[in-house]
């Protein structure tokens, strides 16, 4: 049987092929940091690549392959490297692509982290940066230099839910000689494919849609060539940011419910995004599935479904955003995304409180934005909470 023919759920179930020599119906947690060679030539041949033996688990392990392939299949690309968290990934990005002298073009409002290092730590290394609202294809030509590298997107991007035309600036950074590197971890592979969109590298803090659980910090980078994939492992097992073979085994068996996850919360996000967008102390509602949306055209082409983050401004500005968080009793205030539970957050008052007024607009956080990450419950639940909430709100 060739995986690759099958659809994607079986792809999510058998994904990565491993077949336990006892018959174990899970890939099992090889909980070792060494394996022992069979003599002195099988672990010379296990070092030449002669053999594809395992020698070191931060150089790979079997429950750590099986996770790596099995998201390498769901997004068609040529392999996974796993890391120790999203921004392992993100960095094992960066340092594999960049050298002294070059330029990166960023959408400004991808993940804070992925823009604070470029814009901080970076620079060091004589990296320098650009970030634009990559929503405006035109922004993304005019921030194009000589020594312009990686265009590093993210769509739907947090937390503004605007969605960038991937194939769009793939186009123009191919015309260039410049790499893209999709950060698709708001989507997972069940609803965007950025590498079939044109993109050359994509990655995932698995710890949101992919494990979907709420337990595990996990990273991964998939990319189109061998070529990538062998520099950018490199250097992930050199940096040492390798995942555990532990969490594999969490992550792996979260994503067998993926789509099944995204497709329950995705239903209550649509009927939560209508009942926001008629309620009276809302001003506006950003979700791909609203038709309202500014690139609702945009999302239906490149995304298979309009996912479950929600954002919405309340009329009442920040003052507002404050008094909902400290009244929601179902839904949890807390920050991260892509869990069966409902998550709220005010970036206002919370995740963004740092920025200044002119950073925060140039971001697209109004005060009154909140954040929902819907989760599996029952929907008139949900909506139940939100509408308490929003009632003691003055
Ligand atoms: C959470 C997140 C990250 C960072 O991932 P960690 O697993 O927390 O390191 C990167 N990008 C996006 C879009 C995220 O939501």
Redesign the pocket.
């Known amino acids: 049987m060739d995986i690759k023919d099958k659809g994607f759920n079986s792809k999510l179930v058998h994904g990565g092929g491993f077949h336990d020599p006892l018959g174990s119906a899970v890939t099992p947690i090889y909980q070792t940091s060494t394996f022992s060679f069979q003599n002195a030539d099988h672990g010379a041949q296990c070092f030449s690549g002669e053999s594809d033996g395992f020698i070191y688990t931060r150089l790979g392990n079997p429950t750590i392959i099986d996770l790596e392939k099995t998201i390498a299949a769901l997004e068609n690309g040529y392999g996974g490297i796993a890391t120790s ?6 960095n094992t990005v960066y340092l594999g692509v960049l050298s002294a002298g070059a330029h990166v073009i960023g959408h400004n409002a ?2 804070g ?2 823009r604070a290092i470029m814009e901080t730590l970076y620079p060091k290394f004589k990296v320098e940066s650009t970030f634009v609202d990559a929503t405006d294809l035109k922004q993304v030509a005019d921030a194009i230099k000589p020594n312009t590298k990686l265009i590093f997107l ?1 769509s739907p991007a ?1 937390p503004t839910i605007g969605i960038t035309d991937i194939p769009a600036v793939c186009e123009i950074a191919h015309k260039n000689g410049i790499l893209v590197c999709v ?1 698709n ?2 989507c997972s592979p069940y609803l965007q494919q950025p590498l079939e969109l044109g993109a050359d590298i994509v ?6 849609f992919i494990n979907g659980h709420a337990d595990v ?3 991964i980078i998939v990319t189109k060539t061998q070529e990538h994939y062998k520099m950018l492992r490199s250097v992930m097992v050199n940096m040492g940011c390798n995942m555990d073979p532990h969490q594999a085994f969490l992550t792996r068996r979260g994503l067998k419910t993926l789509a099944l996850r995204i497709d329950r919360a995705q239903q209550n996000s649509i009927v939560i995004a209508e009942y926001l967008e008629k309620h009276p102390k809302v001003e506006w509602v950003m979700y791909p599935g609203l038709k309202s949306h500014p690139q609702y055209e945009l999302g239906k082409r490149q995304m298979k479904g309009p996912g479950a983050m929600i954002s919405f401004g309340l009329k009442g500005g920040f003052k507002a955003g404050k008094t909902m968080m400290n009244n929601v009793k179902l839904a949890l205030l807390a920050v ?3 869990g069966i539970e409902t998550l709220i957050q005010h970036p206002a008052s919370m995740t963004h409180s740092k920025l200044t007024a002119e950073a925060k607009l140039k971001a697209g956080i109004t005060d009154g934005l909140v954040r929902l990450s819907v989760g599996i419950e029952e929907v008139a639940d949900i909506i139940e909470d939100l509408g308490q909430a929003m009632a003691k709100v003055e």
């Open positions: 968290s999203g921004m392992a990934a993100v991808i993940y982290p992925s993210e947090n950060d971890t708001f990655l995932h803090s698995m710890t949101k910090v996990a990273g991260s995304l892509g």
